[in-house]
């Protein structure tokens, strides 16, 4: 594991956008190499559509030694949570950040009942952490030729 502070999660803020957009764009590097696709949503999304994401969601980041290395969006409809864009820096990938976040994403939205995302059915990583999360596969949507995305939910209690 990188060396340095511990990682706190917090609240993120709009002066966060820009460095939420640059390590999104690092983070979902992988994604693009593994679809052969560089058009993928978080690639492109532009900086402006990350600064309104930190106000109409819930969006925490993950700090070490003021750096954010880590962020995941939520956002709720009715009693249901959407959960979105967890990101987690290169380096830190693997080593239990992803969790975190997702844990403490759930534990900052008490009234959603339940949380749903999604991940492209390739994405073995993201669907085993997932998985180790407590969600289970609700459906799978064909996106494209190359890409089907498989949903997930939590139900609380």
Same mark, same amino acid.
């Given at each position: 594991?990188?060396?340095?502070?511990?990682?706190?999660?917090?609240?993120?803020?709009?002066?966060?956008?820009?460095a939420l957009?640059?390590?999104? *764009? $690092?983070?979902?590097?992988?994604?693009?190499?593994? #679809?052969?696709?560089?058009?993928?949503?978080?690639?492109?999304?532009?900086?402006?559509?990350?600064?309104?994401? $930190?106000?109409?969601?819930? &969006?925490?980041?993950?700090m070490q030694?003021?750096?954010?290395?880590?962020?995941?969006?939520?956002?709720?409809?009715?009693?249901?949570?959407?959960?979105? *864009? $967890?990101?987690?820096?290169?380096?830190?990938?693997?080593?239990?950040?992803?969790?975190?976040?997702?844990?403490?994403?759930?534990?900052?939205?008490?009234g959603a *009942?339940?949380?749903?995302?999604?991940?492209?059915? *390739?994405?073995?990583?993201?669907?085993? $952490? #997932? &998985?180790?999360?407590? #969600?289970?596969?609700?459906?799978?949507?064909?996106?494209?030729?190359?890409?089907?995305? &498989?949903?997930?939910?939590?139900?609380?209690?």
């Open positions: 594991m990188p060396e340095g502070p511990a990682i706190e999660i917090a609240r993120a803020s709009a002066a966060d956008a820009a957009h640059e390590l999104q *764009r $690092l983070a979902y590097r992988s994604e693009a190499e593994l #679809y052969d696709d560089w058009t993928i949503p978080p690639l492109v999304e532009p900086l402006a559509a990350t600064e309104r994401a $930190l106000v109409e969601m819930h &969006v925490l980041k993950a030694g003021g750096r954010i290395v880590g962020a995941v969006r939520g956002r709720i409809e009715g009693e249901t949570c959407q959960v979105g *864009r $967890l990101i987690v820096h290169p380096d830190w990938q693997g080593r239990g950040l992803g969790t975190r976040l997702m844990r403490q994403l759930e534990t900052a939205l008490p *009942r339940r949380f749903e995302l999604f991940t492209g059915e *390739r994405s073995a990583r993201n669907l085993r $952490l #997932y &998985v180790r999360c407590g #969600y289970r596969e609700l459906r799978r949507a064909t996106l494209s030729e190359r890409v089907t995305l &498989v949903f997930l939910e939590k139900r609380r209690g």
